[in-house]
């Protein structure tokens, strides 16, 4: 648990019954309208909240409204990887916990802005943009987005990198869009996703 998770931590502990809620708010306060550094913070912060206890506290962020600032802070230029990171993070934990986030998250625009990071954002941050577009799968109409933003060969590097985790999550996000239609499929395939997927499949099935 890093520095700023065991602060988050003693502040819900000594606030009582409201100290949750009062630690959520403070944290999408900052991450809305803080400088740099505390927008910064406040991401790593409620990356935290959002993957502690299997997402537990995940309703309560997103009712909170730390969906659109997270998206924001994304979207904008001026943020650093690791804001970029943390917030791709959280959303990822919240798209996964309920379908109605995974809508929250594309209605907030956070489809054009995920896709973009994944295209542009250095190699941690394109790891968590791809796992928040893998969560992205409750409705088979956010792929369409997804898929003409052009994230199928944005996503072969990530495919053929030598990071695990990145090729898990990219390998969902693929999977994700070639269940929207058979072209997408053929796309996939002409994009050369298939052989790094197959490699994939044989690593995973090693004893």
Known sequence: M????????????????????????????????GDAVARERAAVAIFGLATQMHGEHCTVLAQAGCIVPLVKLLADATSSAKAQAAAAGALQALGGSKQEHQQAIVDASGVPALVKLLKQGSPKVQEAVASALASLDSNITHQK??????????????LTGTSGAAQAHAAQCVANMAS????????????????????????????
Request: glycine content about 10%; proline content about 5%.
């Open 145 to 158: 987005q997804i898929i003409e933003l052009g994230c199928i060969v944005a996503l072969m590097p990530q």
């Open 2 to 33: 890093g520095r700023q998770q065991v602060i988050i931590a003693q502040e819900i502990r000594s606030g009582g019954a409201g100290g949750l809620a009062d630690v959520i708010a403070k944290q999408v306060k900052l991450v809305t309208s």
């Open 180 to 207: 929207y239609d058979e072209a997408t499929q053929i796309a996939i395939s002409k994009a050369g996703g298939v052989p790094p997927l197959v490699t994939l499949l044989k690593v995973s099935a090693q004893p």
